[in-house]
């Protein structure tokens, strides 16, 4: 057991190695193309939005330090991407997506001073973050960030199924590595721990991680990650908005229009040119069943406050 927490914490490649192991991988498994677009490396289409954006600047450019946070965050494999995408369409926006180090050590966000910086020297209305290594301390992030322009945060979160498929494609059986040393009590450090509750932590660690597949594990994850809405309270506060990849799947148009309205710009087919309309569904996947029962239980409370909470939060 020891031997196996040790093989779970090891620390991974750093730096150039790392990130070039990363993309060798996410390249080999999804191909080219799929990692130019999540990853933004287009040439062509960066150009295209510098543009834009120094257009706008030089004819609606706002004064400094006026500009407003946005934090876009969730579970990994929810969306954010696309999410990202359409609002990197908007002039407005100023973005700093994960890989982008002035903002980012190793996909978790710099020092509060360092952010609070980058949000003064701007020029754009919004400043997009998307800090998913963070997630758990977005109320944190809002209250104490003390800019004129008060912040936002988007939670962004996707059908369990889907999140599962879609994270063994890309990472593997990277949580069930990760869960494992949190339930040995080794991990307390890494950001997937943090803040987790103790009836949290009491469920993970009446499994057998030894037996434990990796999409259930995956499934567990998403479970953990996603239930800190409600044990943060972020459900319950006006400068948080649920966002559902699934619906913005379904009806791009009126989910990207809640999003705008949350904000607080103005709508444009620009935003949801990336997106290609299409309903909800995809494969079951096989999961533990006491697992698949919470993971359910909290998807109907995701969309209960999603839809429940009034058209001006509802995305």
């Not at 890989?99 to 952010?115: H, M, S, T």
């Not at 998307?130 to 944190?140: A, G, Y």
Request: proline share 5%.
């Amino acid at each position: 057991m020891i031997s196996r927490l040790a093989d779970d914490l090891a620390p991974r490649p750093p730096g150039l190695v790392g990130r070039v192991q990363r993309h060798w991988h996410w390249a080999r498994t999804q191909g080219v193309g799929r990692l130019i677009e999540e990853d933004g490396l287009d040439p062509l289409a960066r150009a295209q939005s510098a543009l834009l954006k120094r257009r706008w600047r030089q004819a609606h450019g706002i004064e400094r330090g006026t500009a407003v946070p946005v934090f876009l965050v969730g579970v990994q494999r929810s969306g954010t991407n696309m999410v990202v995408r359409g609002l990197e369409a908007a002039p407005e926006f100023e973005v700093h997506n994960e890989n982008d180090r002035r903002a980012f050590d190793r996909f978790v966000l710099r020092p509060l001073p360092v952010i609070r910086g980058i949000v003064a020297a701007s020029t754009h209305r919004f400043v997009l973050f998307k800090p998913l290594c963070d997630s758990h301390r977005v109320d944190k992030l809002l209250d104490e960030f003390k800019t004129p322009g008060a912040g936002r945060a988007l939670w962004a979160y996707r059908s369990v199924d889907g999140r599962v498929a879609s994270s063994l494609a890309k990472f593997g059986d990277m949580n069930l590595r990760v869960l494992r040393a949190i339930a040995l009590g080794g991990a307390g450090d890494r950001w997937q721990a943090q803040r987790m509750s103790q009836d949290t932590l009491e469920f993970m660690r009446s499994f057998d991680y030894d037996t434990m597949s990796p999409a259930t594990a995956a499934a567990l994850f998403w479970w953990a990650r996603n239930r800190l809405v409600f044990e943060l309270g972020l459900d319950r506060r006006d400068d948080v908005a649920l966002i559902s990849y699934d619906a913005l799947l379904a009806d791009p148009e009126s989910r990207m229009r809640d999003v705008c309205a949350f904000l607080g710009f103005g709508w444009n087919p620009s935003l949801i040119a990336h997106i290609e309309p299409r309903s909800p569904g995809g494969r079951i996947v096989e999961i533990d069943a006491r697992v698949r029962e919470r993971c359910t239980e909290l998807s109907r409370r995701l969309e209960a406050a999603r839809t429940g909470t009034g058209q001006e939060r509802t995305c």
